[in-house]
């Protein structure tokens, strides 16, 4: 069935280094993939996405790798700053009127 | 460009009661969906709205519903009010290109408490 899973609740990291972030999912038929950031008393907050046509995808300061062969996904955050704490969620759907599935959420916790 | 708005911010009610949640998508954005989010949980699923129909459901008992009016703004209802409904409830939109999904742009939620 499809499930979205984080492999970690949280994640400390110092303030300057890489932080990735990973998730696992489990249907092979899904063909999109976004990474969504929550602040504490907001909404979630686009990051960054992929489709399955691809394996890597960058943007700024951000990189989510899809790896199709062992349906994982992950997000890379350089020079990870304060700003950047917040719950992280990793979301994957498939075809059309499909719904957009999110995972349990992963803390990231910056120390400075 | 204004972003999905909700209404209202926080919300507190008893069991047994009845609430409606409202969302307005960003202009030229057609779906509509509803997510629930418990504290220190993940998003569920709620209500997929697109021109009006309802496109898909989550596995949640009938007294949730909903409904997108001809403006494509949308309301979510709860009638029978739960303890366990207490929940942040997000709504998001995007725009409809009919054979791929897009990415979802999220309000900052509702908060309900029922006590």
């Known amino acids: 069935g499809e499930s979205v899973g984080l492999h970690l609740p949280t994640l400390s990291v110092q303030e300057g280094d890489n932080s990735i972030i990973n998730c696992a999912y489990s249907?092979?038929?899904?063909?999109?993939f976004i990474w969504y950031k929550q602040e504490s008393g907001k909404g979630p907050q686009f990051i960054i996405d992929?489709?399955?046509?691809?394996d890597k995808r960058q943007g700024q300061r951000v990189t989510v790798l899809l790896n199709k062969t062992v349906k994982h996904l992950s997000l890379q955050i350089a020079a990870t700053q304060p700003g950047d704490s917040a719950v992280y969620f990793c979301?994957?759907?498939?075809?059309?009127?499909?719904?957009?599935?999110f995972g349990k959420g992963i803390t990231l916790s910056v120390r400075p | 460009e204004a972003g999905v708005t909700q209404s209202p911010t926080h919300l507190i009610k008893t069991r047994g009661q009845q609430v409606t949640l409202r969302c307005s998508p960003i202009?030229?954005?057609?779906?509509v969906y509803w997510y629930q989010q418990a504290l220190g949980l993940g998003l569920q699923f709620l209500l997929w709205?697109?021109?009006?129909?309802?496109?898909n459901r989550g596995n949640f008992p009938p007294r949730f519903s909903g409904r997108q009016f001809p403006n494509y703004s949308s309301e979510l209802n709860v009638n029978a009010l739960e303890l366990e409904d207490s929940a942040l409830y997000l709504c998001?939109?995007?725009?409809?290109?009919?054979?791929?999904?897009?990415?979802?742009?999220f309000g900052s939620g509702t908060q309900l408490s029922v006590l």
């Open positions: 998001a939109s995007s725009p409809w290109v009919g054979s791929t999904n897009e990415k979802l742009f």
């Open positions: 249907n092979s038929a899904s063909d999109y």
């Open positions: 992929i489709r399955s046509n691809m």
């Open positions: 979301a994957e759907t498939y075809g059309a009127n499909s719904k957009l599935t």
């Open positions: 202009s030229g954005h057609t779906s």
């Open positions: 709205y697109d021109e009006g129909e309802e496109r």
